[in-house]
């Protein structure tokens, strides 16, 4: 079956150290997208990538970091200057502009 | 800037009753993407909204775009248990080519059986 894969679905982060949260995808889609969803709230874009070695920032990029050295891949890092990333992280996914996205089952992060 | 607003934010229903959440944009959007988020789930795409005016229906859901594509709708009729959850309207971010999507904030509906 086709889909995303995010892992892992929890992940603790001590104080100062950076974690990385993986997405994987098989639907061959282009563009990748990372967002963050605190309680009782919609989705924040971080970060973006239309395609393999190009990425571009979202509206709350400070504090994380990604890569796209593959078009499966899409890993998302939540480094120590980002002081509040407890929350529920979704990668998606999507042939292009204006096309529905397909979702990962999501990463929970807290801080220790 | 550009912006997606639903209401209202929460809403409670007894089984049976309907249920309505409405999307309004700031901008024009050349489509509108409704998705469901059940609790501790990921958002799910349900529908695809392209023209004006547009009524689209899924078994006990219906969809609308309204003329100007401005705004858009979701009501369900006759909620059931199964129909818990936050409903989220979307669409395209921005004039560029891109692919990025802007969400509202979302709907909860919870169910009393």
């Known amino acids: 079956d086709g889909g995303i894969t995010q892992s892992p679905k929890y992940l603790f982060r001590k104080e100062g150290q950076n974690v990385t949260l993986s997405c994987e995808q098989n639907?061959?889609?282009?563009?990748m997208y990372w967002y963050r969803q605190d309680p009782g709230q919609g989705l924040r874009l971080i970060y973006y990538?239309?395609?393999?070695?190009?990425?571009q920032k979202g509206d709350i990029a400070e504090g994380y970091s990604v890569s796209r050295e593959k078009k499966e891949s899409f890993p998302l890092t939540v480094t120590s200057a980002q002081k509040n990333p407890t929350a529920f992280y979704l990668c998606?996914?999507?042939?292009?502009?204006?096309?529905?996205?397909?979702f990962g089952d999501g990463t929970r992060l807290s801080i220790l | 800037g550009q912006q997606v607003m639903q209401i209202p934010q929460y809403q409670h229903v007894q089984e049976g009753e309907d249920f309505t959440t409405y999307c309004n944009s700031s901008?024009?959007?050349?489509?509108i993407q409704w998705y469901k988020q059940r609790p501790g789930g990921h958002p799910v795409f349900l529908i695809q909204?392209?023209?004006?005016?547009e009524v689209k229906k899924q078994k006990r859901l219906t969809f609308q775009f309204g003329e100007a594509k401005k705004n858009s709708s979701l009501h369900i009729t006759a909620t059931q248990t199964t129909d818990v959850g936050t409903y989220f309207c979307?669409?395209?971010?921005?004039?560029?080519?891109?692919?990025?999507?802007?969400f509202g904030q979302g709907t909860t509906l919870q169910v009393k059986p």
């Open positions: 639907l061959n889609h282009d563009a």
């Open positions: 998606a996914s999507n042939v292009g502009w204006g096309q529905p996205q397909h």
């Open positions: 990538s239309q395609i393999v070695n190009d990425f």
């Open positions: 901008t024009t959007l050349s489509n």
């Open positions: 979307a669409g395209p971010k921005g004039s560029g080519n891109t692919g990025k999507l802007i």
């Open positions: 909204l392209v023209k004006s005016g």
